[in-house]
């Protein structure tokens, strides 16, 4: 059976040299990186370089490049860290409401702690316009964040307007750029951010590991203690293979992103056209322009998308039926609604996201099983044969 994997926004497949790159810090060079002798002085000095390459990339300062386990952590980071630590300046948190759960899980714990969370709209198509914030925000607000891409349906945002009306109130700004790191340009001084996520794993690098940008002189309190490790700041072994990786990934993926890109949004693009064309009565989710070039979310009316997700894994073809770190839930998403979709369309949604492995002759393969089994689930579907009937009367 034909095997093709849709879901590069859940993961991507370990490049082979970012693999290379890693291999001898799993075996001869395995020193503690906090170690002093000549083991441990071999591993701090890889993490030392990979820091470097990583702020060099970035146009940013080494100093600014703290290493955690992944996105999560440092989301859950910058939340909470800053809003311990700026509750002085005051105890209101602006955050999106199609924020990762990462973001949004936070926001509710700070929520029980006595914070006043401020959970921005979206527009149709997803997108935190400036004006909601310019409503929402006063000068008692300490941090916003809103995510520089939408994990669900692609949509980016406008980080640098957003950011510029939080500094003129005098909060902090952070953004979630997991999902925009190496697939669009992440302008970290031009946007003037404070704060910015990003996760190895979404750009062909090892998983387990992932960084916070924190601006020069901004000081969340501590997540992870414990430990002297990143300049005090995070607390635990540092992951000295993983960082090594996460360098070489960050830029294999920022030198050939131009191309790569372009290679992924025009499979995309004949994907989308091609469903829009062969099946009726499908919604394509999210801003059709200002958005990631490899994500496409349909939702595909009269049917759960549950079902289609399984129809396609037993045509051996792997996409999503929403965030990766929701998978076990049966809730539609929070997104397709914050959006206005409604609950029934919301339920028919799916995720398929594209990586520079993709092939034209995969894109086809799908292509084909999405349209037969979307005939068949409509079949089985009453929801289906009723509109059918109300047709007919018309």
């Not at 390459?53 to 300062?61: D, G, N, T």
């Not at 025009?266 to 064309?277: A, G, H, N, P, T």
């Not at 792997?318 to 965030?323: D, K, N, R």
């Not at 029934?344 to 990586?355: L, P």
């Amino acid at each position: 059976m034909r095997k093709v994997y849709l879901d590069y926004s859940a993961t991507t497949p370990l490049d082979e040299c970012v693999f290379e790159a890693m291999k001898p810090y799993f075996t001869e060079k395995f020193g503690n990186a906090n170690s002093l002798h000549c083991f441990g002085r071999e591993g701090a000095n890889a993490v030392d370089a990979a820091r470097r390459k990583i702020a060099e990339l970035l146009k940013v300062k080494p100093t600014e490049i703290y290493f955690t386990s992944g996105g999560t952590e440092s989301d859950n980071w910058a939340l909470k860290g800053i809003a311990s630590a700026y509750s002085q300046k005051g105890k209101r948190i602006i955050v999106s409401s199609i924020e990762h759960a990462a973001m949004l899980a936070s926001a509710e714990q700070l929520e029980k702690s006595g914070y006043d969370v401020v959970y921005l709209p979206v527009n149709d198509m997803g997108v935190v316009l400036p004006e909601y914030l310019e409503k929402a925000i006063t000068d008692d607000t300490s941090l916003v964040s809103v995510m520089a891409a939408n994990n669900e349906i692609g949509t980016l945002q406008p980080i640098k307007e957003l950011c510029e009306i939080a500094h003129r109130h005098g909060a902090l700004f952070h953004t979630d750029a997991v999902q925009a790191m190496g697939s669009v340009p992440v302008d970290i001084r031009g946007w003037n951010v404070d704060l910015l996520t990003f996760s190895a794993h979404k750009f062909y690098g090892p998983k387990g590991i992932g960084a916070l940008y924190i601006k020069s002189g901004i000081k969340p309190d501590k997540f992870v203690t414990g430990g002297h490790q990143e300049r005090s700041m995070r607390g635990g072994t540092t992951n000295v293979p993983a960082v090594v990786g996460m360098a070489e990934a960050l830029k294999l993926a920022l030198d050939n992103l131009e191309d790569n890109s372009s290679k992924v949004k025009e499979l995309r693009d004949y994907f989308v056209k091609s469903i829009e064309q062969r099946v009726p009565y499908v919604v394509y989710n999210g801003d059709r322009l200002h958005r990631l070039p490899q994500n496409a979310n349909f939702a595909f009316e009269f049917i759960e998308g549950e079902s289609l997700l399984l129809r396609l894994d037993m045509a051996g073809i792997a996409c999503s039926s929403g965030s990766a770190c929701s998978s076990g839930s049966l809730d539609p998403s929070h997104v397709l609604l914050a959006t206005g979709l409604p609950i029934e369309k919301a339920h028919g949604s799916i995720r398929f996201s594209f990586g520079k492995y993709t092939t034209k002759e995969d894109v086809d393969y799908v292509i084909e099983q999405v349209v037969k089994a979307v005939e068949d689930l409509r079949k089985l579907s009453p929801l289906f044969s009723e509109f059918k009937g109300e047709k007919q009367y018309v």
